[in-house]
């Protein structure tokens, strides 16, 4: 990590399992590409951060709140906003 970066702490969570993230802003170009590259789901992302295809459709809480919020994970930047969240992705239906 570059020194000038600050760490984000995050959580995954796919079918059931809870995955700890550790990153800094910008790492990534999108919360997309962040869940392609460290849980490599088949299928996740499929337009490649054009909007268009809804598989990276994920919810956003934390787990001091049952509050979620649904979300296109390419529309999101992976910057502190992130810290402390907790990310859930669901199974792919086919
Ligand atoms: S990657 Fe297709 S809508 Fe996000």
Redesign the pocket.
């Known amino acids: 990590m570059p020194a000038d970066k600050n760490n984000i702490l995050l959580t995954l969570i796919y079918k059931g399992e809870y995955h700890p993230i550790s990153t800094y802003t910008n790492e990534y170009s999108s919360l997309?590409t962040l869940i392609s590259a460290r849980l490599a789901i088949p299928g996740f992302?499929?337009?490649?951060?054009?909007?268009?295809?809804?598989?990276?459709l994920v919810t956003i809480g934390n787990k001091y709140t049952s509050i979620s919020r649904p979300v296109?994970?390419?529309e999101i930047r992976v910057d502190d906003e992130l810290s402390n969240t907790q990310i859930t992705i669901p199974e792919p239906r086919y």
């Open positions: 997309m992302g499929l337009c490649c951060g054009m909007g268009s295809c809804g598989t990276c296109l994970a390419c």
